[in-house]
């Protein structure tokens, strides 16, 4: 008689989640060097939006950009870097 168990067919879902959210973290961060990113944590503890804090000038206009999912921050983000050169003035 085997005791043996067979292999889980179903990875638990959130791990695989929050393996995701720590790539897309992580691709953020790599990908826009002048703002702090990061998880907002809500009141009950869990994770919640997602945070870009302005910390040069060069990359953005608003000093703070906030983003329910890393698709849209991204997206809100490359939006500042386009404000941003709008917004500098031009020099000969």
């Given at each position: 008689?085997?005791?043996?168990?067979?292999?889980?067919?179903?990875?638990?879902?959130?791990?695989?989640?929050?393996?995701?959210?720590?790539?897309?973290?992580?691709?953020?961060r790599r990908d826009f060097t002048?703002?702090?990113?990061?998880?907002?944590?809500?009141?009950?503890?869990?994770?919640?939006?997602?945070?870009?804090?302005?910390?040069?000038?060069?990359?953005?206009?608003?000093?703070?950009?906030?983003?329910?999912?890393?698709?849209?921050?991204?997206?809100?983000?490359?939006?500042?870097?386009?404000?941003?050169?709008?917004?500098?003035?031009?020099?000969?």
């Amino acid at each position: 008689m085997a005791t043996e168990q067979p292999p889980q067919t179903n990875p638990n879902p959130f791990k695989a989640e929050g393996e995701a959210a720590e790539k897309a973290l992580a691709d953020l961060r790599r990908d826009f060097t002048g703002y702090r990113i990061w998880r907002a944590t809500r009141w009950d503890g869990r994770l919640g939006d997602w945070v870009a804090s302005l910390h040069d000038p060069r990359a953005g206009v608003d000093p703070t950009v906030i983003a329910s999912n890393p698709a849209a921050l991204r997206e809100a983000l490359v939006h500042e870097g386009e404000r941003a050169k709008n917004a500098r003035p031009r020099t000969r």
